[in-house]
């Protein structure tokens, strides 16, 4: 089911100064989400998992676009219900993730043994592999189109959030989920560093831009003060 996030195109309020126009909707995968925001270019952060791609497809056709409508793919993490519907879509665009997490996708890197979320990653690792494609790095502060990338590591290492200030909304993938209509940190027991993932969000609600909008990886979208949350649960957690 397609939820649609925000839609500023239509709205009858005057746009904010130094807001621009754009639809985003949450693609719900089942069990994890992606997102799709068009604002004069098409972007699909994250892909879902490798058995969903269909599904994948019939959400993207849901919002009124194609697959062959998409621009750029931004990948928030490493990891197979996020990296996974790639090598099922027809794509040939830039897709950017952060590093290391890009070396584990194309196999040039390996993940560490020293924790229980790399050795799954190992585990999985053979079926998500992607040599031939071309895997943008992006690096903390990048700007890509409307967005900028923040490294929030700990849940992987090269664990990006893509904030936009332009179109007030934000996507942060596993760094944290949303739970009993709370943000709440990502489990220790599916990070790799739980400690990380605390100075990780403490660090983003600092540098964090003001948005209205926030997607999570992980349950329902916030649609107001997104920002405000993220700052409140950055102030609940040592």
């Not at 994948?56 to 194609?66: D, K, M, N, P, S």
Request: hydrophobic letters at 35%; aromatic letters at 6%.
């Amino acid at each position: 089911m397609v939820f649609e996030l925000t839609e500023t195109e239509r709205s009858e309020a005057p746009q904010a100064a130094g807001r621009s126009s754009a639809t985003a909707w949450q693609l719900d995968l089942i069990g994890v989400n992606a997102f799709l925001v068009a604002d004069g270019t098409v972007t699909l952060v994250d892909t879902g998992t490798p058995w969903g791609v269909s599904r994948l497809v019939r959400e993207i056709e849901r919002t009124g676009h194609a697959v062959s409508d998409i621009d750029r793919v931004l990948l928030t993490h490493y990891d197979i219900d996020h990296v996974g519907g790639l090598g099922g879509l027809d794509l040939d665009v830039p897709v950017y993730l952060g590093m290391p997490d890009r070396g584990f996708l194309t196999g040039r890197e390996r993940p560490s043994l020293s924790t229980p979320k790399g050795v799954l990653h190992r585990v999985v690792g053979p079926f998500l592999r992607d040599r031939d494609r071309v895997i943008e790095t992006v690096e903390d502060g990048d700007e890509i189109g409307s967005f900028t990338a923040y490294h929030t590591p700990g849940h992987t290492p090269g664990h990006m959030a893509y904030l936009s200030e332009s179109l007030s909304i934000g996507f942060l993938g596993d760094l944290v989920i949303e739970r009993k209509g709370e943000l709440v940190p990502s489990p220790w027991y599916l990070s790799y560093d739980a400690d990380q993932v605390a100075d990780s969000i403490h660090d983003l609600a600092d540098r964090q831009p003001p948005v209205e909008t926030i997607g999570v990886g992980h349950g329902v979208p916030f649609l107001k003060n997104g920002s405000v949350r993220l700052a409140e649960l950055g102030r609940s957690i040592a």
